[in-house]
Antibody
Framework: QVHLVQSGAEVKKPGASVKVSCKVS????????VHWVRQAPGKGLEWLGG????????IYAPQFTGRLTMSADTSTDTAYMELSSLRSEDTAVYYC??????????WGQGTLVSVSS | SSELTQDPSVSVALGQAVRITCQGD??????ASWYQQKPGQAPTLIIS???NRPSGIPDRFSGSFSGDTASLTITGAQTEDEADYYC???????????FGGGTKLTVL
């Protein structure tokens, strides 16, 4: 069974960047496509983008292009999501999830990112 | 706004059946999957886009499609089914994933 463990909560100021990690166990990262989803307080789920470490293909939701970077360290089976130019509206819980044929099968526990001056 | 439309809230009496729908033009080309989310927890895949239930998901959950609408049916709702439910599929371009706005299910 695949298990995803994310890094801890972050507090950032507007304009800063945040990098969230997602460590995979129970499989190897090159066999997985990792996607990122966020959820603002009291709101629904929002897809940010997906990254396939095996071929390096990235796809970002249009509203995050230019601000979002997904990467991976296959030596440690860890995926990363970095969001720059943070604003208060980016305050949310950020989830990583593995994708298989468009299904998001396994999810991390979530990382709260708070943006406040 | 979401390209997949869900009713914000639905209620059902304990033990009765309930259908949660997800409507969008992209569903004429792409299947949808369904996720359950309870307060303070990560979402859980309960119906795949092939209408299969992952291991451990009770068989009272089922999915179906018709035209531009995907449906999640719970046959014999239980108190533990009270949660938010989200559909997920591709957008009309086929390039991106999108979620419905979510449906809050209340079991009375």
């Amino acid at each position: 069974q695949v298990h995803l463990v994310q890094s801890g909560a972050e507090v950032k100021k507007p304009g800063a960047s945040v990098k969230v990690s997602c460590k995979v166990s129970g499989s190897i990262l090159t066999e997985l496509s990792v996607h990122w989803v966020r959820q603002a307080p009291g709101k629904g789920l929002e897809w940010l983008g997906g990254f396939d470490p095996e071929d390096g293909e990235e796809i970002y939701a249009p509203q995050f292009t230019g601000r979002l970077t997904m990467s991976a360290d296959t030596s440690t089976d860890t995926a990363y999501m970095e969001l720059s130019s943070l604003r208060s509206e980016d305050t949310a819980v950020y989830y990583c999830a593995t994708e298989l044929f468009m299904d998001l099968e396994y999810w991390g526990q979530g990382t709260l990112v708070s943006v406040s001056s | 706004s979401s390209e997949l439309t869900q009713d914000p809230s639905v209620s059902v009496a304990l033990g009765q059946a309930v259908r949660i729908t997800c409507q969008g033009d992209s569903l004429r080309a792409f299947f949808a999957s369904w996720y359950q989310q309870k307060p303070g927890q990560a979402p859980t895949l309960i119906i795949s886009n092939k209408n299969n239930r992952p291991s451990g998901i009770p068989d009272r959950f089922s999915g179906s499609f018709s035209g531009d609408t995907a449906s999640l049916t719970i046959t014999g709702a239980q108190t533990e089914d009270e949660a938010d439910y989200y559909c997920n599929s591709r957008d009309i371009s086929g390039n991106f994933l999108v979620f419905g706005g979510g449906t809050k299910l209340t079991v009375l």
